[in-house]
Nanobody, 115 residues
Framework: QVQLVESGGGLVQPGGSLRLSCAASGSGFSIGTMGWYRQAPGRQREFVTTITSSGKINYTDSVKGRFTISRDNAKNAVYLQMNSLKPEDTGVYSC?????????WGQGTQVTVSS
């Protein structure tokens, strides 16, 4: 069983920065792709970014140049540095991890961008 625990959300003004962290715990698993999704109020969950175990990265267009994903394979952890935040970045950010046969999700952390 894989558990993902996120931290780092909060309230920030437009133009500000936040850093999200997610750590995977459990036993007997090997984590492949990790990443972040988000869900804004009244909208479906959407892809934000992923990173493979070898470091290949994808971003959704709206965050390119502002968000940076990274990971520490030794810690089974993934991070999301979010800069130049906009009100439309507001939502619940959920950590994602793929083990050999399953998708795993964290409980989510709220990010609110507002003045």
């Amino acid at each position: 069983q894989v558990q993902l625990v996120e931290s780092g959300g909060g309230l920030v003004q437009p133009g500000g920065s936040l850093r999200l962290s997610c750590a995977a715990s459990g036993s007997g698993f090997s984590i492949g792709t990790m990443g972040w999704y988000r869900q804004a109020p009244g909208r479906q969950r959407e892809f934000v970014t992923t990173i493979t175990s070898s470091g290949k990265i994808n971003y959704t267009d709206s965050v390119k140049g502002r968000f940076t994903i990274s990971r520490d394979n030794a810690k089974n952890a993934v991070y999301l540095q979010m800069n130049s935040l906009k009100p439309e970045d507001t939502g619940v950010y959920s950590c994602y991890a793929r083990s050999r046969f399953f998708d795993h999700w964290g409980q989510g952390t709220q990010v609110t961008v507002s003045s």
